[in-house]
């Protein structure tokens, strides 16, 4: 035995002796220990990019003039560009200048008006500095007086650029940053020279195929990070029905910092994680045809941006536009994450985003046990003659009986958030105590509700919302968020009984939530459901200081932090730097902001976080085509979410509830019934893996893959289908194990 090991030892010396010769003769080889080599020499330049390094998979390759970049599989030979390798000859000057910059950028001057800046059409001094991974490259622009450091690096699974924030300095006095835009290029491609398609961080995910859109749009993706910011962002002009109804849905926000593409002809393809200066930032994702024939998907930095500041206090006077004095700060680094052969797909970057963010510690394993989701609301209140009066729709005998009625329907895997429970109802806010409403039973029967629910294995939440605050109900004449322009932010609710709502600054939140939690805690109490917070990022203003997105992300992230170490906590539709603390995701999109130039909606989040967290869709009592919905939550692994009350949902015409208009029990019995049958075996047929692959295999027929060999075919169609020798009947499923 010890001669055979002496051998092996021998062989692979040998090995490393033989790879390192053929490395300094410029043929580089793939070998493994068992004596197999495929050696592929390297290009000493690809389209005027000259050879920098290389990584166990890909090499890395430079152009001096706009330090551009060329990724290469070395086992294939195939290849991405950061910049484009064709010009049709439409193209002005500007647009050459994107098209192959490794930096992009727009300059605000003193008169309000941006121009572009780039390395191609402007005079720019570089230091490049070769390193053992990459390249390091000082940059200054002399007409435009600023630098900064470019650091591009190799790694075993892609490329990482990073412009460090110390290394940006702005030296004149009449231009400064607006936005910095990095690779914006990478993997593009011409009209449809290739086959594959944009990945669009839209809602749960969303696909831009790369065919040729014939000029069919005037815009392409377009969504800031973790959401709009209500500090800079100019309030939407409102479609309102009889002056009250919000006809316009929102856009669903950017939930986590990711974006790609993949050229499936090829098997290779990036997911790109924007892993600094994300709360600044927006993914870009654009079509060919809009302005230039070609498809492309990056990040983009907002250093600065402009607002509007009124001139006085009457609304209809003039107002200034102004740019920020002080830009943000914050190092800007993405992460392109190559991938090759069979995982050069979407299902391919889900699954590399999850290592990622199990490898960073962003993403902890939780139980994903199957429960029905059944939140209930407690108390709301409507206008009286003087004040506002109680409207009760679920109170904790209610609840019970709720239970026990399901139990007989063996329904008993349960999960539910109690909404309104705290004393003066569902907005009273913000919660700062543990005052529960005399109209739901009071403290001691809310105590004896959530005993026995923990006795019957029952996870019983109290709801939170950590963010608003109540001006007709609570003093906000302090702690409350102004605007950058130092205007108090106003949430208009487009309701009759609280019109507006306002935002709590981060400090106070964490303040009152930490008081609120001591308070609970000392009852026993240690569920808590926590919103707002979760979801929403913005600057403001406070007294005399100003506060970027940065700053509340940071006060956020501590919040959440110690909530998750003293409390079982559970989050509403939180962001992705918030998921290492969340116990369960809920509010889950299955849907997309349905764009007209998306091609396929795609439940990549579900894809990512199936099998490590538990989620939640969105609320079924609110879905039109409820089997459509039902199908989606299928494909994705999502448990369902109801939305209960033990009284008619006509009691709620005259709160700010007014828009739940089905949600009596006894209307939903059935349908939770059916669905924790269908849903709950899946689930156990499914337990403990992960999602491998999602295919559309054609137009309204899906196929999943679960990493136990489970396989779900979902048809979307009208009429019956067929897959893999399997029927499936129309709008429903089959399974294959």
């Not at 859109?213 to 002009?237: A, C, N, P, T």
């Not at 299902?347 to 994903?368: F, I």
């Not at 705290?422 to 509700?449: E, M, N, R, T, W």
């Not at 964490?510 to 609120?516: A, C, D, T, V, W």
Request: hydrophobic fraction near 35%; proline fraction near 2%.
């Amino acid at each position: 035995m010890a001669h055979n090991r002496r051998n092996k030892v021998i062989a692979r010396i040998l090995t490393i002796v033989i790879v390192t010769l053929l490395q300094f003769s410029g043929i580089f080889a793939d070998c493994g220990f068992s004596g197999t080599c495929r050696t592929v020499r390297a290009a000493e330049e690809i389209d005027g990019h000259a050879y920098v390094a290389e990584s166990d998979a890909y090499r890395l390759y430079m152009k001096e003039e706009d330090l551009s970049l060329v990724v290469e599989n070395k086992e294939t030979g195939a290849y991405m560009e950061s910049a484009i390798s064709y010009d049709d000859g439409k193209n002005n000057d500007s647009w050459l200048g994107a098209m192959k910059s490794a930096i992009v950028m727009t300059m605000i001057n003193g008169n309000d008006d941006t121009q572009q800046a780039d390395l191609i059409n402007d005079n720019v001094n570089k230091n490049i500095t070769f390193t053992d991974n990459g390249f390091s490259a000082e940059l200054y622009w002399t007409k435009y007086q600023f630098g900064l450091t470019l650091e591009v690096s190799i790694t075993n699974d892609g490329v990482v650029a990073n412009i460090p924030d110390a290394s940006i300095h702005e030296d004149g006095t009449n231009y400064y940053i607006g936005t910095i835009a990095l690779y914006p290029y990478m993997g593009n491609s011409y009209l449809d020279e290739k086959e594959g398609y944009i990945f669009v961080p839209d809602g749960n995910g969303a696909l831009i195929y790369l065919d040729d859109k014939e000029g069919r749009f005037k815009s392409g993706f377009s969504g800031m990070i973790y959401g709009g910011d209500i500090g800079l962002d100019e309030s939407d002009v409102t479609t309102l029905l009889m002056d009250r109804y919000n006809t316009i849905s929102d856009a669903e926000k950017v939930i986590a910092p990711v974006f790609g593409i993949a050229h499936t002809d090829d098997q290779l393809a990036f997911l790109g994680i924007v892993e600094d200066g994300e709360a600044r930032a927006t993914i870009e994702c654009i079509p060919n045809g809009v302005s230039v024939d070609y498809n492309r998907a990056f990040a983009k930095f907002i250093l600065r941006k402009t607002y509007t500041q009124p001139t006085s206090n009457n609304s209809t006077a003039g107002s200034l536009h102004i740019f920020e004095a002080e830009r943000s700060h914050s190092d800007l680094r993405v992460r392109y994450m190559f991938l090759s052969g069979d995982d050069a797909d979407y299902s391919g970057m889900a699954s590399a985003y999850r290592t990622y963010l199990q490898k960073e510690g962003h993403l902890q394993q939780a139980d994903t046990s199957y429960n029905t989701r059944i939140d209930f609301l407690g108390e709301e209140r409507e206008s009286f003659v003087l004040g506002t009066s109680s409207v009760v729709m679920t109170d904790t005998d209610a609840i019970r009986e709720i239970y026990e009625d399901l139990k007989s329907e063996e329904v008993t895997d349960i999960l539910s958030v109690y909404k309104g429970w705290q004393k003066g109802g569902l907005y009273s806010l913000p919660i700062d105590s543990f005052k529960v409403s005399s109209g739901i039973g009071g403290a001691g029967a809310l105590l004896d509700l959530m005993s026995d629910c923990k006795d019957q294995g029952i996870d019983l939440y109290l709801y939170n919302n950590a963010l608003l605050i109540n001006p007709d109900e609570k003093n906000a004449t302090f702690n409350v968020v102004k605007k950058i322009n130092k205007r108090r932010y106003e949430m208009e609710t487009y309701m009759d009984v609280y019109e507006t709502l306002l935002y709590l600054t981060p400090q106070r939140s964490e303040e009152l939530l930490n008081r609120y939690i001591k308070a609970s805690s000392k009852k026993g109490v240690s569920n808590l459901a926590l919103a707002g917070v979760s979801q929403n990022l913005f600057s403001y203003t406070y007294r005399e200081d100003t506060y970027s997105r940065f700053d509340t992300q940071d006060t956020y992230s501590g919040l959440v932090s110690e909530a998750a170490g003293s409390t079982e906590l559970i989050l509403e539709q939180p962001f992705a730097y918030l998921w290492e603390d969340t116990k369960a995701f809920l509010d889950m999109p299955l849907y997309t902001s349905s764009y007209i130039f998306e091609d396929e909606s795609i439940p990549f989040l579900s894809l990512v976080l199936k099998g490590s967290l538990p989620i939640y869709a969105e609320y079924v009592n609110f879905e039109a085509n409820k089997q459509e919905f039902f199908l989606k939550m299928v494909e994705s692994g999502s448990y369902p979410s109801f939305y209960i009350t033990k009284e008619s949902s006509a009691e709620l015409i005259y709160t700010n509830s007014c828009d739940i208009y089905s949600s009596e029990y006894s209307s939903y019995k059935e349908t939770i019934a059916q669905y924790n049958r269908e849903l709950s075996e899946l689930s156990h047929i499914t337990d403990g893996a992960v999602i491998e692959q999602h295919e559309i295999l054609e137009k309204d027929l899906v196929k999943v893959t679960y990493s136990n060999g489970t396989k779900i075919y979902i048809n979307y169609g009208s009429g019956e289908k067929e897959a893999d020798g399997i029927s499936i009947p129309s709008m429903s499923y089959e399974v294959s194990r």
